[in-house]
């Protein structure tokens, strides 16, 4: 399993060309070798986001947003997706126009075409569901529903927004073990953002699972904090590395 950091961690210091530039070398300093894409400034090139990454020996393997986001310009995360080299193109958040029975249907055919439109450019579609995405619709769990009729459709594992739920994290990992591309790690402690192993999160059993499931990648988050906020990435990268 190779680890790394989901650079949503970074959005305010990801601003312009030479804070992307900075922000990859540092995450290569800190042994980070892979990445996943998110909330980096629209005004930074594309290119300049492709060349940092090469600069600083990064790997892009997945770009990321909220699906309406995304909908609303998908060129341009196509675009970013294959300019950096990655493979899936990561949705988040079951719509609230679509949170319906009726309409988590209508959000599987909406996935599908967009499937069928990446496919033109060899990229995969994967879901990242949160929190409140499990909230049951007409009692039905909306993230099993999705993931039981959409069997095609990889899956980005937030284990914060799982376990935040109740659920048990090794039991999700192994439930959906085969369709798993990437898991994130996150934590928290009294309500606050803190680098994962620090916080309240019982973690027993969780890498361990990923292990047995075999899954490909695994990238430390941290979106807000009260330091620096690549120290806290390292902290973070290097406790999950102590695990593997």
Request: with cysteine; aromatic share 10%.
């Amino acid at each position: 399993m190779i680890t790394g950091v989901q650079v949503s961690s970074l959005k305010p210091v990801l601003m312009t060309e030479s804070q992307v530039r900075e922000a990859f070398l540092r995450l290569r300093d800190m042994g980070c070798t892979a990445v996943q894409l998110q909330w980096i400034d629209r005004a930074v090139p594309v290119r300049a986001i492709a060349d940092s990454l090469r600069e600083a020996g990064l790997a892009s393997v997945s770009v990321q947003d909220f699906y309406e986001t995304i909908r609303a310009d998908k060129e341009y995360y196509i675009s970013l997706n294959r300019e950096t080299g990655g493979k899936w193109i990561c949705v988040s958040r079951i719509p609230e126009r679509l949170k319906t029975l009726p309409g988590l249907d209508m959000y599987i055919s909406e996935l599908r075409a967009f499937q069928n439109e990446l496919d033109a450019y060899g990229q995969t579609l994967c879901l990242h569901p949160v929190s409140a995405d499990f909230e049951p619709i007409e009692g039905v769990n909306p993230v099993e529903y999705l993931l039981e009729n959409m069997p095609e459709l990889a899956v980005c594992l937030d284990l914060y927004h799982i376990n935040k739920r109740g659920f048990s994290m090794p039991d999700w990992i192994r439930k959906y073990a085969s369709r798993i591309c990437m898991v994130h790690f996150k934590d928290e402690k009294d309500g606050s953002l803190v680098p994962a192993g620090q916080g309240d999160t019982d973690w027993r059993g969780v890498t361990e699972a990923c292990i047995e499931a075999k899954i490909p990648y695994a990238f430390v988050e941290q979106e807000k904090w009260d330091r620096d906020p690549f120290l806290c990435l390292k902290e973070a990268l290097d406790w999950l590395n102590s695990r593997l």
